[in-house]
């Protein structure tokens, strides 16, 4: 294993580092940190805890993130990553911010992909900026995704496709950080803070691509900027056995 270094494992510019069934455990900051866009990295079965700050931490758009185990980064997030990346049965237990997944604002989801629910608390969340679905491009958001976006700054815009498909027993949720509950404390506060309208931006369609659906989708607490909790311009997306509530102004504007 790869134990009690005083910093991290770092992958250099545009590498395509390999990083599999390795155990990386009680570094003074992150476990793996993937540091440049351009980077490619693939960590699969790897065992990371008690990492001083986050478990992994990658900004690289190709990350490929899958059967990790990430237990016990009591500073930190156990995943802070691209939107991009290639995500499937990572295992999250006892993680500070009740084992969200923090992604990295400002960034685009450039290639279809699956922000899977089953990680942790299930939970994704960002602050500062959008999240950015390029046109040509699907997003799918598997039934029970919680999305806790993190200030009035934060929202996910699409130009592409967004599928958020939930059920009636696992729909899918777009709240307030501070909304406990659904996916716990995320925000680490012992409940302290309450969620309200207008905490978060919305979700912006802009030109969204044939084929957008949101079914089973719970919207709440949006509506920072005056644009609704849903926006909708020249766009057509087809929205069924919704709830949009506790926004700071429209439901729904298009």
């Known amino acids: 294993g790869l134990t009690e270094s005083s910093n991290w494992l770092v992958s250099s510019w545009a590498t395509s580092v390999t990083v599999q069934n390795s155990t990386i455990a009680r570094h003074a900051r992150s476990g793996i940190f993937i540091e440049h866009a351009s980077s490619s990295p693939t960590l699969t079965g790897n065992t990371l805890s008690a990492n001083g700050d986050v478990g992994i931490n990658s900004v690289g758009a190709g990350s490929t993130i899958t059967t990790n185990t990430l237990t016990t980064h009591l500073n930190n997030y156990g995943l802070f990553l691209h939107p991009n990346s290639l995500l499937s049965a990572n295992t999250l237990t006892g993680n500070r911010y009740n084992d969200a997944i923090l992604f990295y604002a400002g960034q685009a989801v450039s290639a279809n992909r699956t922000w899977p629910a089953g990680q942790g608390s299930s939970v994704y969340t960002w602050s500062g900026s959008y999240i950015y679905v390029n046109d040509g491009v699907t997003l799918t958001i598997a039934p029970g995704v919680i999305l806790k976006p993190a200030d009035p700054n934060s929202y996910l815009y699409i130009p592409g496709t967004l599928l958020a498909d939930g059920t009636e027993t696992a729909p899918i949720t777009f709240t307030s950080l501070k909304d406990d509950t659904v ?21 912006y369609f802009e030109g969204a691509d044939a084929g957008t659906l949101l079914d089973y989708v719970t919207v709440r607490y949006a509506g920072a900027t005056g644009n609704g909790g849903i926006y909708t311009y020249a766009s057509s997306p087809i929205i069924t056995n919704g709830e949009i509530s506790e926004s700071s102004n429209h439901g729904i504007r298009a």
């Open 183 to 203: 996916g716990g404390d995320t925000n680490g506060d012992g409940g302290a803070s309450l969620p309200a309208p207008g905490d978060w931006r919305h979700l």
